[in-house]
């Protein structure tokens, strides 16, 4: 190859690169953000109905300790919506990040003392907390929206009202 040819070639080679570069790095954040983007609305849904099961097994709580309703179908209920949470906290384990999924858990494990309270009338994890099953279920479900919240990258995901207003 001649010096002139190699001239040539180097300032066409140079350009190349100079627009591939750019043009890659976009095409890569495009399909990191449409990797990410494609897994909200399953998450949102996820975490949406967990909190929906939580929700069912504090009314459920309500209902048998200030006697509105049938005790019996209140824990049958608690007792199926536990089940159901215990599979959703499971499917978090496939979406959710760590975090998300240590407050899962930890949810899941006050609630199964929700339940376990309200049917047989003690704390089966009273040595290890100093509050009731109830409140540590509610300071659970702050955390997992928090959790779900920052993963669903919602700009302040700490600013949840409180549960009692």
């Given at each position: 190859?001649?010096?002139?040819?190699?001239?040539?070639?180097?300032?066409?080679?140079?350009?190349?690169?100079i627009?591939?570069?750019?043009?890659?790095?976009t095409?890569?954040?495009?399909?990191r953000?449409?990797?990410?983007?494609?897994?909200?609305?399953?998450?949102?849904?996820?975490?949406?109905?967990?909190?929906?099961?939580?929700?069912?097994?504090?009314?459920?709580?309500?209902?048998?300790?200030?006697?509105?309703?049938?005790?019996?179908?209140?824990?049958?209920?608690?007792?199926?919506?536990?089940?159901?949470?215990?599979?959703?906290?499971?499917?978090?384990?496939?979406?959710?990040?760590?975090?998300?999924?240590?407050?899962?858990?930890?949810?899941?494990?006050?609630?199964?003392?929700?339940?376990?309270?309200?049917?047989?009338?003690?704390?089966?994890?009273?040595?290890?907390?100093?509050?009731?099953?109830?409140?540590?279920?509610?300071?659970?479900?702050?955390?997992?929206?928090?959790?779900?919240?920052?993963?669903?990258?919602?700009?302040?995901?700490?600013?949840?009202?409180?549960?009692?207003?």
């Open positions: 190859m001649t010096t002139q040819a190699a001239l040539t070639l180097l300032p066409v080679t140079a350009g190349a690169l627009g591939f570069v750019p043009t890659y790095l095409e890569r954040r495009r399909e953000e449409t990797l990410k983007k494609r897994w909200d609305e399953p998450l949102h849904q996820l975490c949406s109905e967990t909190a929906v099961r939580v929700r069912k097994i504090l009314r459920g709580r309500n209902a048998v300790k200030y006697a509105e309703g049938d005790r019996d179908t209140a824990l049958r209920e608690m007792a199926e919506d536990l089940h159901l949470l215990s599979l959703l906290v499971e499917q978090i384990r496939l979406l959710g990040s760590r975090d998300l999924q240590i407050a899962a858990r930890w949810m899941l494990r006050h609630a199964y003392a929700v339940v376990t309270e309200t049917r047989d009338g003690s704390d089966p994890r009273a040595a290890e907390y100093p509050n009731p099953p109830y409140e540590r279920l509610v300071e659970a479900v702050q955390q997992f929206r928090i959790e779900a919240r920052r993963q669903l990258r919602v700009e302040t995901p700490e600013d949840i009202a409180p549960e009692e207003p």
